[in-house]
C-alpha cells in the first residue's frame, strides 16, 4: 500500500508560481508512473501531468506545456509539480497519483494510490 501526501498548495496572484510536492510512504515509488491530475469546481478531474518510473519520460496536458514541470527524486520518494505562469483557469484542487504498471497513463481510472489533495487558487 503507498500513502502519498500532496503539500505546496496556496493562493497566488496570475503569473506567480508554486511549487507542489507529493511525499510517498508505505513503500517505494521507484518503479511507479507518477501523475498529477486537478480537479477544478463543477468540472471532472482531469490530467495534468506525469512522469514515467525512471523520469526519462514526461507529458503534460497542453494547457500547461511550457509552464509546468514534473520532476520526481526516487532516493526521497517524492514527486514535484512546478507551476509558473499560473492563470486563473489553473485553480482546483491537486491530486498526486501512482501507478504500479511502468507504461505513462493519462486516465485516471489507470492510478491505483491517490493523495487527499492540495488547493490552488490563482487571482486575477
Known amino acids: 500500500q503507498v500513502q502519498l501526501v500532496e503539500s505546496g498548495g496556496g493562493l497566488v496572484q496570475a503569473g506567480g508560481s508554486l511549487r507542489l510536492s507529493c511525499a510517498a510512504s508505505?513503500?517505494?515509488?521507484?518503479?511507479?508512473?507518477m501523475g498529477w491530475f486537478r480537479q477544478a469546481p463543477g468540472k471532472e478531474r482531469e490530467f495534468v501531468a506525469a512522469?514515467?518510473?525512471?523520469?526519462?519520460?514526461?507529458y503534460y496536458t497542453d494547457s500547461v506545456k511550457g509552464r509546468f514541470a514534473i520532476a520526481r527524486d526516487n532516493a526521497k520518494n517524492t514527486v514535484d509539480l512546478q507551476m509558473n505562469s499560473l492563470k486563473p483557469e489553473d485553480t482546483a484542487v491537486y491530486y498526486c497519483?501512482?501507478?504500479?504498471?511502468?507504461?505513462?497513463?493519462?486516465?485516471?481510472?489507470?492510478?491505483?494510490?491517490w493523495g487527499q489533495g492540495t488547493q490552488v487558487t490563482v487571482s486575477s
Open positions: 497519483a501512482a501507478d504500479r504498471r511502468l507504461r505513462v497513463a493519462m486516465t485516471e481510472y489507470d492510478y491505483d494510490y
Open positions: 512522469i514515467s518510473w525512471s523520469a526519462g519520460s514526461t
Open positions: 508505505g513503500r517505494t515509488i521507484s518503479s511507479y508512473t
